[in-house]
């Protein structure tokens, strides 16, 4: 008897959602969909969009039910794989979050310093009520996190929910490929440590020989993201590293330099993808179109649908394959604490991820950074499960964009309030 496959994409409205229907429609074969559930909390978003996700599939020809609703319980009730993609308080959220530190002298960004940190605020007791119900209506499912900042919200569902969760992001994929290709390696293996939007490649392997010192001599760079202003790592740089940067990392060691960029820019990233978001809306409405516009790669959602639905693949068909993930560390990083969420390469099959011990891990400078920077996410889910203020406090004391304690005060009391409808915690 076929086995029978539910999958609920919760925030089903972003215009992200047909790159995830593109990975669906081509694992058809190998992921027997019977039902696709669609939940968003804006009705608008939501209709447009699972409009052409409902013209997708039926022009792939797949027999499945197609769910819209408004109602997580319905969404959530016996799936199999659930898809988190929130955005809480939206792109206006997103916009206050970049330019409010700049009025501190502070880098305003998505994910990073206390822009990154909001978008965490918001985010985890949304993300907790979702792993809450999933206890109660789908027990055996698996979330799949790809919600910024993903490994934040990795550390604080799997250490405060009972659910199966995995924080996924498609910067370590993009890595990957690209560095395989501009080394003319295809098979090589790549060892990837970090923190999510904080890691490097640490290792080149093929044919029994490591190229990274090769790679390292040429000063190479990995591809950079379309959503991220990128001026690329100098050779010193790379070679004093000792790895290769994810380009994330242009805000921690170019601080200054990406703080002019912020500043001089004439639109914040988030006032673009709402120019951008609208146009792909009014592209989705077409009653015609049936597959996913080109527009979409320019969000910076590249090989996303690859990333996720791979993934799921991966655990539905026990595939024991190798994917980047953000799980428990789990003694994989000996320097790390078990529960810290990393981001590492694991072997992935019906039980989930088994991460791939890097056993003698002799990079000092990655290790004492990613023990910093861990310590400021410690704090933020504590400050975000907890509404502590003193937590939130410690957290942007530790961050490496933020640190001044004053500054951090002034900026914090000032984002707290542009986002209080969003911060139940706090109140």
Known sequence: MERKLKIAIIGAGSTYTPELMEGIIKRKSALPLHELALMDIDDRKLSIVGGLCERMTAAAGMNCGVIQTQDLDEALRGADFVLGQIRVGKLP?????????????????????????????????????????MEELCPDAWLINFSNPAGIITEAILNHTKVKMLGLCNVPYNMNKSIRE?????????????????????????????????ALDRGLNSETMKNIPSTGFSKELVQLVGAIPSSYLEYYYYKDKKLKLLKDAELSRGEKCMQIEEELLDIYSNANLHSKPELLSSRGGANYSEVAISLVDAIFNDKQEKHVVNLLNHGALPFMEDNDAIEVTAVIGKDGAKPIAVPDFDNKHIIDYMRMVKAYER??????????????????????LVGD???????????????????????
């Open 379 to 400: 704090e933020t889910v504590a400050a975000a499960v907890e509404g502590s203020e003193a937590a939130a406090m410690r957290a942007l004391m530790m961050n490496p």
């Open 182 to 214: 501009s080394m003319e390696l295809p098979n090589a293996e790549l060892t990837y440590v970090g923190l999510n939007h904080l890691s490097w490649i640490t290792a080149i392997e093929q044919d029994g020989k490591d190229y990274l010192k090769t």
């Open 405 to 427: 304690y004053q500054t951090a005060h002034d900026c914090f009391h000032e984002l707290k309030e542009a986002h209080k409808d969003y911060l139940p915690q706090f109140k």
């Open 93 to 133: 959220a997103r916009v206050l979050d970049e330019q409010i530190p700049l009025q501190y002298g502070l880098i305003g960004q998505e994910t990073c310093g206390i822009g990154g940190f909001f978008k965490a605020m918001r985010t985890i007791p949304v993300m907790l009520d979702i792993a809450k119900r």
